[in-house]
T-cell receptor
Framework: GAVVSQHPSWVICKSGTSVKIECRSL??????MFWYRQFPKQSLMLMAT?????????EQGVEKDKFLINHASLTLSTLTVTSAHPEDSSFYIC???????????????FGNGTRLTVT | AQTVTQSQPEMSVQEAETVTLSCTYD???????LFWYKQPPSRQMILVIR??????QNATENRFSVNFQKAAKSFSLKISDSQLGDAAMYFC??????????????FGGGTRLMVKP
């Protein structure tokens, strides 16, 4: 079945540094990828939608200059948390839409998530 | 914008018994998809069941079934013969067919299901 590889699975960084998270579709082309953030015991909140070759669409309240998203190819999207602070500590999950489907029937596949801890 | 509400933060069920998780949603769209996802402690999102809004027949997947009431905008999940491995967070999700929105998913707040041996 389709697999989405998200890397790293966990990362600890110091406050003020930047962290890059990769989301890669391994056996399908993903025209659209979604980035979610999940705080402990809470739901997944959509941060942004990235489309291959164009700028990401950010949800209200999400700082685009802080959470840089790049979707340069049909199989890779990256989320960079710039100048990370302790409040950015969270679980980040990507989801990739399989190009092969149409509209709402196109499958969505989730990565295993990245646990970010900023000290 | 669509919203999804899960009114039960936590539920508990005895092993082998049946439990129903509630979900309601709000939308102005006439066609869409609804999902239930399971998130175990590993945090991996696992698709449990899917329902197309245009289908009147309720979806079933082995021990999992839904009660889809389109007019009431209700989408509950029934788990029969509950097993210890069913313990997890369960998220109800709405998927728009709006291609401009990338057919994105909107999640409910989640229900933590505990299964007692």
């Amino acid at each position: 079945g389709a697999v989405v590889s998200q890397h790293p699975s966990w990362v600890i960084c110091k406050s003020g540094t930047s962290v890059k998270i990769e989301c890669r579709s391994l056996d399908f082309q993903a025209t659209t990828m979604f980035w979610y953030r999940q705080f402990p015991k809470q739901s997944l909140m959509l941060m942004a939608t990235s489309n291959e070759g164009s700028k990401a669409t950010y949800e209200q309240g999400v700082e685009k200059d802080k959470f840089l998203i790049n979707h340069a190819s049909l199989t890779l999207s990256t989320l960079t948390v710039t100048s990370a602070h302790p409040e950015d500590s969270s679980f980040y999950i990507c989801s990739a839409r399989d190009w092969a489907g149409l509209g709402g029937n196109s499958p969505l596949h989730f990565g295993n998530g990245t646990r970010l801890t900023v000290t | 914008a669509q919203t999804v509400t899960q009114s039960q933060p936590e539920m508990s069920v005895q092993e082998a018994e049946t439990v129903t998780l509630s979900c309601t949603y709000d939308t102005s769209e006439s066609d869409y998809y609804l999902f239930w996802y399971k998130q175990p402690p590993s945090r991996q999102m696992i698709l449990v069941i899917r329902q197309e809004a245009y289908k009147q027949q309720n979806a079933t997947e082995n021990r999992f079934s839904v009660n889809f009431q389109k007019a009431a905008k209700s989408f509950s999940l029934k788990i029969s013969d509950s097993q210890l491995g069913d313990a997890a967070m369960y998220f109800c999700a709405y998927r728009t067919l709006n291609n401009n929105a990338g057919n994105m998913l909107t999640f409910g707040g989640g229900t933590r299901l505990m299964v007692k041996p």
